[in-house]
């Protein structure tokens, strides 16, 4: 029989998850449906219960619904637990809905595919919202050798550190030259803006990855660190591939293969990849 899987957001109309899982689904021949399904407010839990209970086998969650899913699931990993938020839902054989949040450990993947080894590496997160809190845990597993954040805000900086006692929190000021990579984890980019990121911070970086990602693979941040001479710079979608490859895994026991899926997906949005 077909499984079906969706993914619930709000909206969602724009998602790419049901191309990406449809591409997963093809490439290891796995029989499954996935389709868009949207949440109007306050309607998370009924939509959630009703599509499991007519034989839904896992979904996934965009904004606004993650905090929604983490309080649906019945179990949660790890990860889910550190992000205080679901991306991924599976119902498991035992009829429980165990959660999970893959953003940070596609971000992990997507740094090896593109060889960045973060062990004993000087880490800068700019940002403290829900995307820097996503990707904390699975990057301090690697063992950097310092992860600090910076906040235009800097009293939700200090809230991190109270969930990750290991971060070091400071203002844009007080930054030096010595980061070895530099993750933009702020919606700036989506604005079009800059984090007021001092320029010789940024440009005695080693790379610079941008979680948000643009069809052409340019960000506003990444442009503005390749003008100013570092050397690898990358937006958001290989992270966007890796999270879902990790969510198809969790529902299917396959890993799809990183680097096809983004030499496919780069193609498609007309990129030289
Ligand atoms: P998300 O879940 O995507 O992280 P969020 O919780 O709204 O979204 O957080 C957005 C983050 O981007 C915050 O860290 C925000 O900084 P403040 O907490 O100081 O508001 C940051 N941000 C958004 N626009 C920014 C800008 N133009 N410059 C610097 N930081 C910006």
Redo the contacts with the bound molecule.
């Keep these: 029989m077909t499984d079906r899987y969706v993914v619930f957001g709000n909206p969602v109309a724009h998602s790419l998850s049901p191309d990406l899982h449809n591409y997963f689904a093809k490439n290891y021949a796995q029989d499954l449906i996935y389709d868009r399904v949207l949440i109007p407010e306050g309607c998370f839990e009924s939509i959630a219960k009703e599509q499991f209970n007519s034989g839904l086998k896992g979904c996934n969650i965009t ?1 606004p619904c993650k905090l929604d899913a983490y309080k649906f699931a019945d179990t949660l990993s790890p990860y889910a637990k550190a992000c205080g938020a679901v991306n991924t839902l599976k119902l498991q054989s035992d009829g429980q809905i165990f959660g999970d949040n893959t953003d940070g450990r596609g971000l992990c993947d997507d740094f090896d595919r593109i060889g960045i080894d973060l062990f004993d590496k000087r880490i800068l997160i ?8 996503g990707i904390i845990l699975p990057i301090y597993e690697r063992h950097p050798k310092s992860i600090t954040v910076v ?3 800097k009293d ?1 900086a200090l809230e991190l550190k109270k969930i990750f006692d290991y971060l070091e929190v400071k203002e844009f000021s007080e930054l030096t030259a010595e980061y070895d990579l530099i993750i933009n ?4 980019s989506l ?1 079009g ?4 990121l001092p320029d010789e911070v940024l440009k005695s970086s080693l790379a610079v990855y941008d979680l948000m990602y643009k069809k052409d693979g340019q960000t506003v941040f990444t442009l503005k660190a390749q003008s100013l001479g570092v050397k690898h710079c990358f937006d958001g979608l290989g992270m966007l591939l890796g999270q879902a490859a990790l969510s198809f895994d969790l529902w299917r026991g396959i890993k799809p293969d990183l680097q096809k899926t983004y030499l496919y997906f780069a193609k498609r949005l007309g990129r030289n990849a």
């Design positions: 904004v700019i940002g403290a919202g829900g995307a820097a809190r906040n235009r805000n939700r984890a702020t919606s700036a604005n803006l800059l984090p007021p």
